[in-house]
């Protein structure tokens, strides 16, 4: 387990990096920021001032060495637009959009392991086929026209829960929270069950894709020739197995629920990292752009690691350290 982790953080290390240089030479080799956030009514002597004083005039290998030199002190760089350190802008925001993320892998979850295990379980019933032809509309309809559909029929015309915002938030750890509050929790439900739409219908093709596969297996027919009541095959020899998989996905697609939440929170005006990038890009403020990009690498490689160490609990067969 040892020579595991450290090869995957030697690995990660080499990850960032490179990581950095193409976000680095993308977001900064793209658009001139100079643009947007300068009046148009200034002379050449402000502009040029406005130029060294955010540090575009050097060259860009320049700037990447002195972005390389912060980052490696924990200083991402000062927004363009806020003025403020780009790491703490994300920090900020960072709660909100991890409690919708994670909000949405729980109901995805809760809703896609138990319809997916009956419908992989009885594949001929009428309800497993209306769950399979649900599953088809969870990954074709589009999140930004069920978000409207959510907010005009339940918060507009029914009236039981808020359009916009995170609701009451109560501080915890330094961090603010609003699933902690019912308020919060009531602002919450649409934003997650909407972004948590398309991988409600991933776990569950999933889920019964392993069911099927692993009904046929040797050890589960043994387990009913031996007399074993069928939850007991079901919970212990059938839904054991198929979590493998499942992890593995959830782990993934938790990681895109976290980087891709842009359009929910721009539609329910969820105050997250999403909706800050979109307004980071749209007056290309570089250092909050960049920021939010190795963020996002660093969540993606922890959630990869911990997927892989989860492997050894769920199957001792899988092995961590590579033979020799």
Known sequence: ????????????????????????????????????????????????RAIEALGLNLPLWRQYLVFLGNALQGDLGRSFVFNEPALQLIL???????????????????????????????????????????SILGFSLPTFWVGLMLIMVFAVQLGWLPSTGRGETVEVL??????????????????????????????????RAGVRETVLMDYVKFARAKGLSPSRVTFVHVFKNILIPVVTVVGLELGS??????????????????????????????????????????????????????????????????KA
């Not at 990660?12 to 947007?36: K, N, R, T």
């Not at 960072?94 to 896609?112: R, S, Y």
């Not at 961090?175 to 991933?202: D, E, V």
Request: charged share 15%.
């Open 92 to 134: 900020q925001r960072m709660p909100a959009t991890l409690e919708l993320a994670f909000g949405a892998m729980f109901i995805a979850i809760l809703l896609g392991l138990p319809l997916g295990l009956y419908a992989g379980l009885r594949p001929n019933s009428i309800g497993s086929k209306v769950i399979m032809a649900g």
């Open 174 to 207: 330094g961090m603010r929270w609003s699933f902690l509050t019912w308020n919060g929790l009531q602002h919450l439900l649409m934003p997650a069950f909407n972004l948590a739409l398309f991988k409600i219908s991933l776990v569950i093709r999933l889920t």
């Open 1 to 48: 387990m040892t020579v595991f982790l450290l090869r995957r953080l030697l690995q990660a290390i080499g990850v960032v990096f490179a990581m950095s240089v193409l976000v680095f030479i993308g977001v900064y080799a793209i658009g001139d920021p100079v643009e947007i956030l300068i009046s148009p009514d200034a002379d050449q002597i402000e502009r040029e």
């Open 257 to 322: 629920t976290i980087a891709f939440s842009v359009v929910t929170e721009s539609v329910f005006a969820w105050p997250g990292m999403g909706k800050l990038i979109i307004d980071s890009i749209n007056v290309l403020d570089r250092p909050v752009i960049v920021a939010y990009l190795m963020m996002i690498v660093l969540m993606f490689i922890t959630i990869n690691l911990i997927v892989d160490v989860t492997y050894s609990v769920l199957d001792p067969r899988v092995r961590l350290e590579s």
